[in-house]
């Protein structure tokens, strides 16, 4: 095909049919280089159908990016539906005529693209799901303000990009101002449950988007790749930390047959010896790659090794109680290393005496270094339990003054 363009620039061809042969043969190229495959959309549902690979295969990106927020489009109901819908996903990749001229004739008779049944309940879906996962994610007592203003936001992302994905546009503005309304009028002034109408903010943001629907606007490819790049890490970063919040806050692992809640364990993880001892060991990693350089620093790097002595081995080692006290421990220590100490012994026990000289070093030092952590946990629990007293009672009396006033 490059040759015949050359052809065309160089020694004018005057047979127009030579023409017309060569841009038609160059159309059927170009057909053939983006025409997708069915068997491949199948195949990619079935390896990837959550993290939407089989949009991303047919170039539906913002149906991707609700594939992934929406951990398979509503735990897994999108993909089923999707599995009746790859056909004509792919008649729509391959641009078939038919969808071609179906636009056109819909912009020459409506001014405004006709409203969709499926559209409005894929849009009340998948708006419920993002304020569901967003109310579960952040607590209710603690985060309260925050929750009231992230709802609304959370349901008029999820409407926006579903009205995207059915090739119509709207003002996003417009769309989070109706979700504001909507919830404002339904729990303040009619006083509605969530329980009984969870479509609080999805309704308002629905019935907006609707209103000031449009048809997309004619770009430039490169200006439409940037802002579906920018939508598309936007929308994994906010969604992926809601889903993040969501089941720290109210997964459950079962050990021992008990239910433990998540957060139990990761808050019950960073203050073992396990986390402790890590973090000892990336801190020494991060002071010798300055010093003997990053290979040797990573030859000398062990995180969770199993050969670690643990703090309840040290006290063994050094044959005391877990509750005795620092001064104690100390005494104990200095009597145990003057007994095992290479200078003190014959020159035949010498050896034997310093590797016991290191190990009781060594358990003194993890018992040292784990009490020190815990005393720095301990205090900045109390700091902060002092500041939150502190923030009550200022309240308290913040709210006492205006009563008086």
């Known amino acids: 095909m490059e040759g015949h363009l050359r052809v065309f620039k160089d020694d004018p061809i005057k047979d127009e049919d030579a023409k017309n042969k060569a841009e038609v043969c160059s159309e059927e190229i170009d057909v053939k280089e983006v025409k997708k495959s069915v068997i491949k959309a199948y195949m990619w549902l079935i390896l990837g159908g959550f993290v939407g690979a089989h949009h991303i295969y047919l170039g ?17 109901l999108g993909l089923i539906l999707d599995f009746f819908y790859i056909p004509r996903y792919i008649e729509q990749a391959n641009n078939h005529p038919y969808f071609k001229d179906l636009q056109e004739l819909e912009k020459m008779h409506f001014k405004k693209p006709r409203l969709n049944a499926g559209m409005i309940v894929v849009q009340l879906a998948i708006g419920v799901f993002f304020r569901t996962l967003v109310h579960k994610a952040i607590p209710y007592t603690d985060y309260t303000m925050i929750r009231y203003l992230v709802l609304p936001a959370a349901s008029s992302l999820g409407v926006w990009l579903v009205g995207k994905v059915f090739h119509a546009q709207s003002s996003f503005r417009a769309t989070l ?9 339904l729990k303040y002034l009619l006083n509605i449950p969530i329980m009984y109408f969870p479509f609080d903010t999805t309704l308002g943001a629905v019935i907006v988007y609707a209103r000031n629907r449009s048809y997309n ?53 960073f203050n073992s010896s396990a986390w402790v001892e890590t973090k000892i060991a990336l801190r020494q990693f991060y002071d010798e790659v300055w010093v003997i350089g990053i290979v040797p620093a990573l030859n000398r790097l062990q995180l969770f090794n199993t050969e670690t002595l643990s703090e309840e081995a040290a006290y063994v080692m050094l044959g005391v109680e877990e509750n005795i006290t620092s001064v104690a421990l100390k005494k104990r220590f200095r009597a145990l290393t003057l007994e095992y100490h290479p200078d003190k012994q014959p020159p035949e026990k010498r050896e034997e005496a310093n590797e016991k000289f290191m190990e009781l070093k060594a358990a003194y030092e993890v018992i040292m270094k784990m009490r020190s952590y815990r005393t720095k946990i301990e205090s900045a629990k109390l700091l902060k339990e002092v500041a939150d007293r502190l923030n009550k009672l200022g309240k308290k009396d913040k709210k006492k003054g205006s009563d008086e006033l």
Not at 239 to 266: H, W
């Open 177 to 185: 101002l109706g979700a504001y309304l909507s919830y404002f009028i």
């Open 60 to 76: 539906n990106d913002y149906q991707a990016v609700l594939m992934i927020a929406s951990v398979g489009g509503c735990y897994g």
């Open 217 to 269: 606007t004619s770009q430039s490819p490169g200006k439409i790749l940037k802002h579906k790049k920018k939508i598309f890490v936007a929308t994994l970063l906010i969604m992926g930390s809601f889903q993040g919040c969501y089941y720290y806050n109210n997964a459950t692992i079962s050990i021992e047959g008990i239910e433990v809640p998540l957060r139990d364990v990761v808050v019950e993880f």
